[in-house]
């Protein structure tokens, strides 16, 4: 036993303090940074098999030291892995590729530190708890690893066991993540940042309380039990800690190999269920959950053809009905495409500061991109151009809308919306999702309209069988 608290404490230790883990931070950043300028200065044609080496061990270096910081610094990786750069599409998928394995195969932790949360979590090892545990995690991610165990009654269940020192670690990025305020108010000068860490904190701290994380899954499970076409794995109450997560395991097809082996019409059917979750439950229960990255995504086989089971709940907001009238006021004026009740409504939302001198047509057209999938004349294709375009519209200092979003404010309620809409629009992308997504989106607005597919139907029968949902709190 010695010898594994010996190996926790290393464990621990790895981890690294406030300062040690912003320096690593740093100068990877640095390093990527002056990869792709070096490559932009050569000019390397996108063929040029220098590229693609000097990406490649870009991506690389990222991943090692991403992966080794855990924490909040692992989930930028986990970001950067499948949200659409603006880099050429050769270079893109070398980024993607090698920094996917912080999604499924990110390094594991020690055995003895694993085993040592078990123990402070149960007070007894897993052997006496669990009728069977693989010690070899079946994935490893950012603040904890999943294993693969058996319930006395016969279960098959995962449990996610959160990395010893994690916690101290993700608050130690946090605080460096503040020490860039004053950089952030030189870029964005009416962003009140106060508010906006504040919300990524709380944020984050829930991702760290597996017992609350619990909740907002068995919130989502109860919500979607025996829906036809989304399914939302229950949890095991009564063996869950802070630390440890029990939840039913699920078998079925990851992401990437649908995207690799799958049908258009598989993936067509996929796209469709993933919006329609993300969708439905902000339309029905003002619950969002905000962390759509392909490894919280596993493909089954229904009933009634290929079915979705959502993953992770870590990362939840309910927004309180006033938030939700005033997001519903926008996207209204937008779909009117009324320019000046959409600025009113983006005004009290707190995007418009009343002192910032703005263009309001830049505006408006900013948030016209961003509702694009829903305005654009129907069918709309998620395109892997189309997501990297929202993306350089906020990010990128030279795009044409930049010196108009650096004007605005954010308001800390939108910044969970936001990291959906990168991802959600880059996981689309990759299945080259393609719909009549207003209809699809109006299905779950008060008063809109009747079902507009296939999956619509089944959706709306399923609903007609359920007594009223309970709305949650406000």
């Known amino acids: 036993m010695s010898d594994e608290r010996d190996g926790a404490s290393r464990s621990r230790a790895s981890l690294g303090g406030r300062l040690q883990r912003g320096a690593r931070l740093a100068r990877a950043g640095a390093k990527g940074a002056a990869g792709v300028a070096t490559s932009k200065a050569r000019g390397l044609a996108g063929g040029d098999p220098r590229e693609a080496e000097l990406h490649a061990r870009v991506a690389a270096d990222l991943a090692e030291v991403l992966g080794d910081m855990k924490g909040a610094a692992m989930k930028l990786g986990q970001l950067l892995s499948f949200v659409d750069l603006d880099l050429p599409p050769e270079v893109q998928s070398t980024y993607h590729d090698v920094l996917a394995s912080l999604r499924d195969q990110a390094p594991a932790f020690d055995p003895g530190a694993i085993d040592e949360v078990l123990h402070q979590s149960y007070g007894e090892g897993p052997e006496h708890v669990f009728a069977s545990f693989d010690p070899t995690p079946l994935a490893a991610a950012s603040i904890g690893q999943v294993h693969a165990a058996k319930l006395h009654d016969g279960r098959d269940v ?181 320019r000046d009740a959409a600025l009113s409504a983006l005004r009290d939302a707190g995007f418009l500061p009343r002192s910032a001198k703005v263009d309001g047509d830049a505006v408006y057209e900013w948030f016209r991109l961003y509702t694009k999938p829903v305005l654009a004349d129907q069918p709309f294709t998620f395109t892997p151009e189309f997501a990297a375009e929202v993306i350089r519209s906020s990010a990128d200092p030279r795009s044409p809308l930049a010196d108009v979003v650096r004007r605005l404010n954010l308001p800390s309620d939108y910044l969970l919306l936001n990291r959906i809409q990168w991802g959600l629009n880059s996981v689309l992308a990759r299945l080259g999702a393609r719909g009549d997504w207003r209809a699809i989106r109006d299905e779950y607005l008060e008063g809109g309209g009747g079902p507009a597919t296939a999956l619509g139907e089944l959706d709306a029968q399923w609903w007609r069988t359920r007594e009223p949902a309970v709305d949650p709190p406000a």
């Open 158 to 338: 995962v449990v996610k066991v959160q990395y010893p020192g994690v916690a101290d670690a993700v608050r130690a990025d946090l605080k460096n993540a503040e020490s860039f305020a004053p950089l952030a108010r030189l870029v964005s000068p009416n962003q009140e940042i106060g508010p906006l860490l504040d919300e990524l904190r709380e944020r984050v701290f829930d991702e760290l309380d597996y017992e609350r994380e619990a909740q907002y899954q068995r919130a989502f499970a109860n919500r979607y039990e025996g829906h036809p076409f989304i399914h939302v794995p229950d949890i095991v109450g009564d063996l869950c800690r802070q630390q440890v997560l029990v939840s039913e395991r699920i078998y079925g097809r990851t992401f990437d190999q649908l995207v690799a082996e799958g049908t258009d019409e598989d993936r067509q059917r996929v796209g469709e269920i993933i919006f329609r979750y993300a969708f439905g439950s902000i339309g029905r229960f003002r619950l969002f959950n905000g962390d759509p990255h392909p490894g919280n995504y596993l493909i089954e086989e229904g009933e009634h053809g290929l079915t979705v089971a959502f993953l992770d709940y870590g990362s939840v907001k309910l927004f309180s009905r006033e938030r939700y009238a005033s997001m519903r006021r926008i996207e209204a004026a937008m779909a009117l495409s009324d």
